[in-house]
């Protein structure tokens, strides 16, 4: 159980990866998913039960995770798989 904890701001991260790719472009597309991304940093921070100084982990964890989603979607699409 523990593992799964600490691994909640990646698969937030994946989630928002996810939810990027299938969504339809729109204006504000990317700074959406800045914002959720920050939420849910604080979200998977607070589920973890940890003090607010591992915000300065959790957040830029769940935002590399969600590029990493992103930019393999890209990579395999152009590749054809």
């Not at 604080?42 to 003090?51: F, H, P, Q, S």
């Not at 959790?58 to 990493?68: G, K, Q, R, V």
């Amino acid at each position: 159980m523990h593992v799964i904890i600490e691994a909640l701001p990646v698969l937030f991260g994946c989630c928002i990866g996810l939810v990027f790719w299938f969504t339809k472009a729109f204006p504000l597309k990317k700074v959406l998913l800045g914002g959720i991304t920050i939420i849910l940093g604080i979200v998977a921070n607070r589920l973890n039960g940890e003090g607010t100084e591992l915000l300065i982990i959790d957040i830029p964890l769940t935002a590399i995770s969600t590029f990493s989603t992103v930019f393999l979607f890209r990579f395999f699409t152009r590749m054809r798989l």
